[in-house]
Protein backbone atom coordinates (compact mmCIF):
# COMPACT_ATOMS: atom_id res chain seq x y z
CA UNK A 1 0.00 0.00 0.00
CA UNK A 2 2.73 2.13 1.23
CA UNK A 3 4.56 1.45 -2.40
CA UNK A 4 1.26 2.38 -4.52
CA UNK A 5 0.77 5.60 -2.66
CA UNK A 6 4.49 6.85 -3.34
CA UNK A 7 4.16 5.35 -6.93
CA UNK A 8 0.89 7.13 -7.26
CA UNK A 9 2.95 10.63 -6.06
CA UNK A 10 5.73 10.16 -8.03
CA UNK A 11 3.66 9.83 -10.99
CA UNK A 12 1.90 12.47 -10.44
CA UNK A 13 4.86 14.61 -9.36
CA UNK A 14 6.34 13.83 -13.02
CA UNK A 15 3.59 15.25 -14.80
CA UNK A 16 3.49 18.33 -13.12
CA UNK A 17 7.40 18.08 -13.63
CA UNK A 18 6.12 17.82 -17.13
CA UNK A 19 3.35 20.21 -17.80
CA UNK A 20 5.86 22.82 -15.97
CA UNK A 21 8.34 22.23 -18.77
CA UNK A 22 5.73 22.75 -21.32
CA UNK A 23 4.46 26.38 -19.62
CA UNK A 24 6.91 27.61 -18.26
CA UNK A 25 7.38 30.40 -21.42
CA UNK A 26 9.80 32.75 -21.01
CA UNK A 27 12.98 33.66 -18.64
CA UNK A 28 13.52 37.30 -17.27
CA UNK A 29 15.45 39.33 -19.78
CA UNK A 30 18.56 41.06 -18.53
CA UNK A 31 21.54 42.71 -19.91
CA UNK A 32 24.53 40.67 -20.08
CA UNK A 33 25.82 42.92 -17.04
CA UNK A 34 22.85 42.99 -14.88
CA UNK A 35 23.13 38.84 -15.34
CA UNK A 36 26.63 38.82 -14.70
CA UNK A 37 25.99 40.33 -11.30
CA UNK A 38 22.83 38.55 -10.88
CA UNK A 39 24.58 34.98 -11.16
CA UNK A 40 27.76 35.81 -8.59
CA UNK A 41 24.80 37.05 -6.54
CA UNK A 42 23.05 33.63 -6.46
CA UNK A 43 26.61 31.96 -5.49
CA UNK A 44 25.21 32.51 -1.95
CA UNK A 45 22.16 30.20 -2.92
CA UNK A 46 21.35 26.57 -3.05
CA UNK A 47 18.06 24.84 -3.23
CA UNK A 48 17.70 21.75 -1.65
CA UNK A 49 14.80 19.80 -3.45
CA UNK A 50 12.75 16.48 -4.44
CA UNK A 51 12.62 16.55 -8.54
CA UNK A 52 8.80 15.25 -8.56
CA UNK A 53 8.00 17.36 -5.58
CA UNK A 54 5.16 19.89 -6.47
CA UNK A 55 6.34 22.53 -4.06
CA UNK A 56 9.75 22.01 -5.55
CA UNK A 57 7.95 22.64 -9.18
CA UNK A 58 6.37 25.96 -7.96
CA UNK A 59 10.17 27.19 -6.73
CA UNK A 60 12.03 25.75 -9.43
CA UNK A 61 9.33 27.14 -12.16
CA UNK A 62 9.86 30.69 -10.19
CA UNK A 63 13.91 30.41 -10.10
CA UNK A 64 13.49 29.72 -13.92
CA UNK A 65 11.31 32.37 -14.45
CA UNK A 66 13.19 35.00 -12.67
CA UNK A 67 16.20 33.55 -14.61
CA UNK A 68 18.49 33.24 -11.33
CA UNK A 69 21.00 29.75 -12.34
CA UNK A 70 20.81 28.76 -8.16
CA UNK A 71 22.37 25.21 -7.59
CA UNK A 72 20.59 22.58 -6.47
CA UNK A 73 20.77 19.46 -4.36
CA UNK A 74 18.85 16.58 -4.37
CA UNK A 75 17.81 15.27 -0.66
CA UNK A 76 16.30 12.38 -1.90
CA UNK A 77 17.15 8.64 -0.21
CA UNK A 78 20.56 7.73 -0.93
CA UNK A 79 21.53 11.57 -1.73
CA UNK A 80 24.87 12.64 0.17
CA UNK A 81 22.69 16.36 0.49
CA UNK A 82 20.09 15.07 2.35
CA UNK A 83 22.22 14.81 5.43
CA UNK A 84 23.26 18.18 4.70
CA UNK A 85 19.94 19.74 4.73
CA UNK A 86 18.92 17.76 8.24
CA UNK A 87 22.20 18.93 9.91
CA UNK A 88 22.19 22.19 8.41
CA UNK A 89 18.33 22.92 8.23
CA UNK A 90 16.96 20.77 10.88
CA UNK A 91 14.71 18.80 8.98
CA UNK A 92 14.57 17.00 5.62
CA UNK A 93 11.52 18.73 4.04
CA UNK A 94 11.83 20.85 0.86
CA UNK A 95 11.99 23.00 -1.06
CA UNK A 96 14.68 24.40 1.04
CA UNK A 97 16.40 27.55 0.21
CA UNK A 98 19.98 27.66 1.63
CA UNK A 99 20.95 31.46 1.85
CA UNK A 100 24.75 32.45 2.83
CA UNK A 101 25.00 36.32 3.84
CA UNK A 102 28.05 37.74 5.69
CA UNK A 103 29.20 34.41 7.11
CA UNK A 104 26.08 33.63 8.34
CA UNK A 105 23.97 30.81 7.04
CA UNK A 106 19.75 30.90 6.96
CA UNK A 107 17.88 27.89 6.19
CA UNK A 108 14.74 28.81 4.58
CA UNK A 109 11.85 26.52 4.54
CA UNK A 110 8.21 26.92 2.70
CA UNK A 111 7.72 27.53 -1.11
CA UNK A 112 5.65 30.31 -0.51
CA UNK A 113 8.36 32.00 1.81
CA UNK A 114 11.29 30.92 -1.03
CA UNK A 115 9.55 32.70 -3.74
CA UNK A 116 8.50 35.40 -1.99
CA UNK A 117 12.30 36.58 -1.05
CA UNK A 118 13.77 35.62 -4.46
CA UNK A 119 11.11 37.80 -6.15
CA UNK A 120 11.55 40.67 -3.50
CA UNK A 121 15.67 40.00 -4.23
CA UNK A 122 15.78 39.95 -7.85
CA UNK A 123 12.28 40.48 -9.95
N1 LIG B 1 4.15 23.86 2.85
C1 LIG B 1 5.38 23.30 2.33
C2 LIG B 1 5.14 21.86 1.96
C3 LIG B 1 6.42 21.13 1.59
C4 LIG B 1 6.27 19.62 1.61
O1 LIG B 1 5.28 19.08 2.09
N2 LIG B 1 7.27 18.96 1.08
C5 LIG B 1 7.30 17.52 1.12
C6 LIG B 1 7.74 16.94 -0.21
S1 LIG B 1 6.52 17.24 -1.46
C7 LIG B 1 8.30 17.09 2.16
O2 LIG B 1 9.40 17.59 2.20
N3 LIG B 1 7.90 16.18 3.04
C8 LIG B 1 8.78 15.68 4.05
C9 LIG B 1 8.40 16.19 5.41
O3 LIG B 1 7.54 17.08 5.52
O4 LIG B 1 9.02 15.73 6.35
C10 LIG B 1 5.87 24.15 1.17
O5 LIG B 1 5.05 24.82 0.52
O6 LIG B 1 7.09 24.19 0.93
Given at each position: ??????????????????????????????????????????????????????????????????????????ASQGSPYRQELEVGGGRVKVPCLRIEKD?????????????????????
Amino acid sequence: MKLLIKLIRNLLGGIIVLLDLITRGAKKKRSPEQQKVVNEQVKDLTLYHFTACPFCTKTRRAMYKLNLPIEKRSASQGSPYRQELEVGGGRVKVPCLRIEKDGQVEWMYESNDIIRYLEQRFA
